[in-house]
């Protein structure tokens, strides 16, 4: 995705004739999705010295996988910092929360960035992924990636619901019809399992003709279809601000041995 992300973007940029480098500010819903841009991705292709990984201050450094540790800035004690303006600058790509973006916007940075990315961003608040597009300008590529349909913003409240703060800004731009690229291929899935999805949750839509597995992954030997629904009884218990169901866990080892 990340690569992906890179291609769409520069694809779509309207460049400013005073902007002579990119400037690339990734911004992901969860940390670990965050890490993953570095560890699996921009670790191995990239110079250390222009990537930025941003923490909130009250972050353990040492609680932060090792591969990412190194594009983290601390200062002589070992403390997370948030570099001043002109040090952020100096890097080429910049990765933070959506929560965390806010830290950037009292820098000054307004326009600095060449291309703003936010990955997954159907699953999160509008009010979310608008903190970090408030440091784009006309000149500005905006790049949101996600799906809409797969998973969106967890509201709890009715009244927040009935006023539609459940619906992602993707989702709304989506139904806007606002510079969409819809990307038909799957990399993952086998096809039985693809046409599943788009029967499902895809019908009435032009992505139910259009997606296709890509890669040929063959079904299990052990298995009659690369797909099989398996029905667990249980009730939701709420530990904490997490709701979980002890019997979806406790009913996989029997699934398994039924097959």
């Not at 890097?91 to 929560?99: M, N, R």
């Not at 936010?118 to 006309?138: K, M, N, R, S, Y």
């Not at 530990?239 to 699934?255: A, K, L, Q």
């Amino acid at each position: 995705m990340p690569k992906l992300l890179f291609r769409i973007s520069l694809r779509h940029t309207r460049r400013s004739p005073i902007i002579k480098d990119y400037a690339f500010l990734f911004s992901l819903l969860v940390k670990s999705a965050a890490d993953l841009y570095i560890t699996e991705h921009l670790h191995t292709y990239t110079r250390k010295d222009k990537i930025l990984r941003i923490y909130a201050k009250n972050r353990d450094i040492k609680s932060i996988n090792l591969l990412v540790q190194p594009y983290v800035q601390v200062d002589h004690e070992g403390n997370i910092i948030i570099p001043k303006t002109a040090k952020i600058k100096t890097y080429s790509v910049v990765i933070t929360t959506l929560a965390t973006s806010h830290r950037l916007v009292s820098g000054q940075l307004e326009g600095h960035f060449t291309h703003i990315l936010v990955d997954e961003a159907g699953q999160a608040l509008e009010t979310e992924t608008l903190q970090p597009l408030t440091l784009a300008t006309d000149h500005t590529c905006v790049v949101l990636a996600g799906d809409h349909i797969q998973m969106s913003p967890k509201i709890f409240s009715k009244k927040a619901r009935h006023a539609n703060f459940d619906m992602s800004l993707l989702e709304r731009l989506f139904h806007l019809k606002i510079t969409r690229v819809l990307l038909p291929s799957n990399y993952r899935t086998n096809q039985a399992i693809l046409d599943f999805i788009s029967e499902a949750f895809y019908k009435g839509t032009s992505m139910q003709r259009k997606l296709k597995a890509v890669a040929n992954h063959k079904v299990h030997p052990d298995f009659n279809h690369p797909l099989v629904f398996h029905t667990v009884k249980g009730e939701d218990q709420r530990i904490g601000m997490s709701f979980v169901n002890y019997d979806e866990v406790n009913g996989w080892p029997i699934c398994l041995q039924a097959t």
